[in-house]
């Protein structure tokens, strides 16, 4: 069976993306096949120039067909903020909790009164050939607004602060079945999934 390189180390991510892709006629597999490839620099100004530098870069580095995502929180009131910066806010060794404090903060200092913000996940398919083409590439968005208050078990990243109407509560609060239904990142990988199982590349 072919191989698909999923280009993440994030557990979490791992984990909804193998629910997400399961059935297709693939076998997932990791980076840590490849423990000497080092990670690129995300020199991209978007999601998608993120997502699409990885999916090259690893399937160059593995020789395999290799999916990469970059995702992240955009609230409006910060500009954008923290964008594609999101895992890096506040510094690479930062916790999510110490990343919520740093949140509130500034909106306090902008007095926002509006909290609006999204998820976004941008996605890049890339073949294991010499050339590395970007064979897809799609984006998923959630819209919702920043809670209050940290709440919620569930998830990981943002989720606990990412209050989401329809359901009433955060994405870290929801289960992992309904968050799988309608977040960023379900909506991209079962983009993905159909690409996979019509097109076979």
């Not at 909804?16 to 995300?42: F, H, R, S």
């Not at 398919?125 to 799609?138: I, Q």
């Not at 289960?175 to 199982?197: C, D, I, M, N, P």
């Amino acid at each position: 069976m072919r191989r698909l390189v999923v280009a993440t180390t994030n557990r979490g991510k791992l984990r909804e993306i193998e629910m997400l892709l399961d059935g297709i006629p693939l076998a997932l597999v990791t980076l840590a096949d490849w423990p000497g490839v080092a990670p690129p620099d995300e020199t991209g100004r978007t999601f998608a120039e993120n997502a699409r530098l990885k999916a090259v870069y690893y399937a160059h580095h593995t020789g395999q067909l290799t999916v990469a995502e970059d995702s992240g929180l955009e609230i409006d009131a910060l500009g954008g903020a923290p964008g594609v910066e999101s895992a890096r806010f506040g510094g690479a060794g930062s916790s999510y909790p110490d990343k919520f404090t740093l949140i509130y903060d500034a909106l306090r200092a902008k007095k926002a009164a509006a909290r609006t913000a999204r998820f976004v996940c941008s996605l890049a398919l890339a073949d294991g050939d010499p050339g590395n083409h970007v064979l897809f590439e799609t984006r998923g968005t959630v819209e919702g607004t920043i809670a209050p208050e940290p709440k919620g078990s569930g998830g990981f990243g943002y989720d606990p602060i990412f209050y989401y109407p329809p359901f009433g509560c955060t994405l870290a609060e929801a289960s992992a079945e309904q968050k799988a239904t309608v977040s960023h990142r379900g909506q991209a990988f079962r983009q993905l999934r159909t690409y996979l199982t019509t097109e076979n590349p």
